[in-house]
């Protein structure tokens, strides 16, 4: 876990204002941020930094990483005065009851310290009763409050939010930054492991993280490589065999598409891929116009996935179409 505006990869500017913003004086310190951009950028690592840095009774650095506030904020427990709010498991939309809550939360005083922080996680899955329950207190918190949104995706957040924020944009790092990230953070990781994660994550350090941690991840990026080789040699039946692993996995399909798009897009760049994981001659093959159509393949995949067509239907016709496109493109 990372627990300093050091440790954070990258997005220099971004952590400049959050760095001025936690100073002890609170000069710079504004009402709400809204920080933005693609999943595995680390918005909500960030926002947990900002939010130890707010309690931290630290005189300087802040979070200092040693006053109990601190050890509060990245303990198991978690800082009284640090409350976080997101949308239920299984759920996609934030309930307005979970918004009334955080604002009846809102004013009441912190127990601890000086400050209070209230983070809403994944903000984009308001709807318009929830972003309307927000905004007052949005406006004008209280002087001991601040708000600190998350959002992968700006233009699905109702308007009205981030113009009561400071808007922050997180961005991918360059595959050669992430790289030395990586093997920094994970000295003792085995090398073969370390190369697919990067293959995995590309500049997005949350991708490669969840690689390496997390395993059902690991096992679905594995098969979407997999995938991508089979269709780059023409191997249907390994086309079927993987798919076949994904029968009754609605959720797991889910995850591999994109995965298989990302990949056929490097392969299609094959210069961004270690020659030894992804040989060249086999990356020649997936060349960008059978990659952008995978892409316009796994779009309308995702747009049958949602109007809920069978799974066993769509397994079977994206294996037919991943074929044909080596069959007939180019
Ligand atoms: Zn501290």
Redesign the pocket.
């Known amino acids: 876990m990372i627990r300093s505006f050091d440790g954070f990869a990258g997005n220099s500017r971004v952590i400049s204002v959050l760095r001025r913003a936690a100073a002890p004086d609170g000069r710079f310190l504004r009402p709400a941020y809204l920080l933005y951009g693609t999943a595995g950028t680390g918005k909500k690592t960030l926002a947990a930094i900002l939010a ?2 707010l ?4 005189k300087e650095e ?10 509060k ?1 990245f303990g198991q427990l978690g800082h009284p005065d640090v409350l976080r709010f997101r949308t239920p498991e299984g759920k996609n939309q934030f309930p307005v009851e979970l918004v009334r809550r955080a604002r009846e939360e809102a004013y009441v005083r912190p127990t601890d310290g000086e400050r209070k922080v209230i983070i809403f996680e994944n903000a984009e899955q308001m709807n318009g009763a929830s972003a309307n329950a927000l905004l007052k207190v949005l406006e004008e918190p209280p002087a001991y409050l601040t708000f600190i949104l998350t959002c992968d995706n700006l233009s699905s957040l109702p308007e009205t939010i981030p113009s009561r924020c400071v808007p922050l944009e997180l961005h991918e790092l360059t595959p050669r930054r992430a790289e030395q990230w990586l093997l920094r953070a994970y000295p003792d990781a085995d090398p073969e492991k370390l190369d697919k994660a990067m293959l995995c994550g590309g500049g997005n350090l949350g991708r490669s993280i969840r690689y390496l941690e997390d395993e059902r991840s690991a096992g679905i990026f594995e098969s979407a490589l997999q995938l991508t080789r089979a269709m780059a040699e023409g191997r249907e039946f390994d086309l079927l065999t993987v798919l076949a692993r994904f029968e009754g996995d609605r959720n797991g399909f889910l995850e591999l598409l994109p995965a298989v798009d990302r990949l056929a897009g490097q392969a299609a760049r094959a210069a961004f891929l270690p020659a030894d994981r992804f040989p060249a001659a086999l990356a020649a093959r997936i060349s960008p116009r059978r990659a952008e159509a995978l892409h316009r393949l796994v779009l309308t995949i995702q747009e049958r996935m949602r109007v809920n067509v069978s799974l066993s239907l769509l397994l079977a016709f994206f294996a037919g179409q991943m074929k044909s496109i080596m069959e007939q493109v180019d």
């Open positions: 130890a840095a309690v931290c009774e630290g802040r979070p200092c990483g040693e006053c109990p506030a601190c050890k904020s």
